[in-house]
T-cell receptor
Framework: DQQVKQNSPSLSVQEGRISILNCDYT??????FLWYKKYPAEGPTFLIS?????DKNEDGRFTVFLNKSAKHLSLHIVPSQPGDSAVYFC???????????FGAGTQVVVTP | DSGVTQTPKHLITATGQRVTLRCSPR?????VYWYQQSLDQGLQFLIH???????AKGNILERFSAQQFPDLHSELNLSSLELGDSALYFC???????????FGQGTRLTVV
């Protein structure tokens, strides 16, 4: 049962433009959401997170938006840079001992 | 460098064998998680330990077991290996059982 879904397996964007990655979830008990970035042959790296009590969190070029009623979150990267080319995973937690449940990932390619 | 160390980086073994994967968490982190990433799959949660105690189990096969030692390092034991067990195995750690976890570089297991 896939409770966290990233329906776009890939995204291509021009350097300098905005990248928008989407994530949907089905479990209304999720209360903490995270985005990870993964390069080949490396472990996932934490990017940004958001608690369910907020609807937006910003960190530099990265902004995460949460729409609880729609059970949807998105990650905006502005401006996109070639170094942003990686796989991005959305993840969610339910409680204090909550395992991270990951989406399948979106491969982002930033072209010059 | 996340501060999480996994050894070995690569492992090739035959079907039916048993292997042990090792993880040293970041200094001070009490939680250790194990995840499996098979080809073209997302990250699947296996098990979570907090300060030596098992806290949550995911879709971990009975042939797999794990433990966390008093010095907080953890080992994942995989036995009676099958071809389908070939995957990347990631360890992650966090200070508590919550919020962002920091991932190691993974162990690539190939069963032949």
């Amino acid at each position: 049962d896939q409770q966290v879904k990233q329906n776009s397996p890939s995204l291509s964007v021009q350097e300098g433009r905005i990248s928008i990655l989407n994530c949907d979830y089905t479990n209304s008990m999720f209360d903490y959401f995270l985005w990870y970035k993964k390069y080949p042959a490396e472990g996932p790296t934490f990017l940004i997170s958001i608690s369910s009590i907020k609807d937006k969190n910003e960190d530099g070029r990265f902004t995460v938006f949460l729409n609880k009623s729609a059970k949807h979150l998105s990650l905006h990267i502005v401006p996109s840079q070639p170094g942003d080319s990686a796989v991005y995973f959305c993840a969610a937690q339910t409680d204090s001992w909550g395992k991270l449940q990951f989406g399948a990932g979106t491969q982002v390619v930033v072209t010059p | 460098d996340s501060g999480v160390t996994q050894t070995p980086k690569h492992l090739i073994t035959a079907t039916g064998q048993r292997v042990t994967l090792r993880c040293s968490p970041r200094s001070g982190d009490l939680s250790v998680y194990w995840y499996q990433q098979s080809l073209d799959q997302g990250l699947q949660f296996l098990i979570h330990y907090y300060n030596g105690e098992e806290r949550a189990k995911g879709n971990i096969l009975e042939r797999f077991s794990a433990q966390q030692f008093p010095d907080l390092h953890s080992e994942l034991n995989l036995s009676s290996l099958e071809l389908g067990d070939s995957a990347l195995y990631f360890c992650a750690s966090s200070p508590t059982g919550r919020l962002e976890a920091f991932f190691g570089q993974g162990t690539r297991l190939t069963v032949v």
